[in-house]
């Protein structure tokens, strides 16, 4: 099957340091990888789309130089949460798209991440 | 610009009984929907999808789906309910696009369907 992993599954911080959370593809290449929040009691929305080598493409509103993400290989795409703060907690979800034969994509099982 | 939007964040049925979860959709282009399932701890997992085919879609788990135009509705049904069917429930959204799989979806907020014995 396809598997999609994260990690890690729930992580804390303080104010004002930064978190990367890992997105990885464990059977098949990913081409694109997609990352999304979801506010409690709240729909998953799209951040941002990441094609492996080149830069990523952020949905309106969503800042850049915050939510910084790296797709460097075609297994791992890694979101970094600069300088977090407590707004910036939510629940992250990564899905990953490319596996031959399967036209959809494979969701990861999430990242919680509270900033205190 | 698109949304779904579901009627219900909580639905509970008897074990045997049928399965309705609603969702409603808005989209200024034909859309492509889907419906996704979500078990604790567990990724999103595709149930079933309309690319514009045929209007009655079957999915995994004994799931369908009609696209209704007319009522801009993409409800989510299953005959019998199992109790393995508890989870939480997620409609979709995209614009159609070639390349099947590579969309971009907007989410309604869910519905947690709950089986009682």
């Known amino acids: 099957g396809a598997v999609v992993s994260q990690h890690p599954s729930w992580v804390i911080c303080k104010s004002g340091t930064s978190v990367k959370i890992e997105c990885r593809s464990l059977?098949?290449?990913?081409?694109?990888m997609f990352w999304y929040r979801q506010f409690p009691k709240q729909s998953l929305m799209l951040m941002a789309t990441?094609?492996?080598?080149?830069?990523?493409?952020?949905e309106q509103g969503v800042e850049k130089d915050k939510f910084l993400i790296n797709h460097a290989s075609l297994t791992l795409s890694t979101l970094t949460v600069t300088s977090a703060h407590p707004e910036d907690s939510s629940f992250y979800i990564c899905?990953?798209?490319?596996?031959?034969?399967?036209?959809?994509?494979?969701f990861g099982p999430g990242t919680r991440l509270t900033v205190l | 610009a698109q949304s779904v939007t579901q009627l219900g964040s909580h639905v509970s049925v008897s074990e045997g009984a049928l399965v309705l979860l609603r969702c409603n959709y808005s989209?200024?282009?034909?859309?492509?929907l889907f419906w996704y399932v979500q078990y604790p701890n567990q990724g999103l997992q595709l149930l079933l999808k309309?690319?514009?085919?045929?209007?009655l879609v079957k999915g995994i788990n004994g799931f369908e789906a009609e696209f209704k135009k007319s009522e801009t509705s993409f409800h989510l049904t299953k005959p019998s309910a199992h109790m393995s069917d508890a989870a939480e429930y997620f409609c979709?959204?995209?614009?159609?696009?070639?390349?099947?799989?590579?969309?971009?979806?907007?989410f309604g907020t869910g519905t947690r369907l709950t089986i009682i014995p």
């Open positions: 899905s990953a798209y490319g596996l031959a034969g399967y036209n959809e994509q494979f």
């Open positions: 059977d098949f290449q990913a081409t694109t």
């Open positions: 990441s094609n492996e080598g080149s830069k990523a493409t952020y």
């Open positions: 989209s200024s282009v034909p859309p492509y």
């Open positions: 309309y690319t514009s085919a045929a209007t």
């Open positions: 979709a959204v995209s614009a159609p696009i070639s390349n099947f799989g590579n969309e971009k979806l907007t």
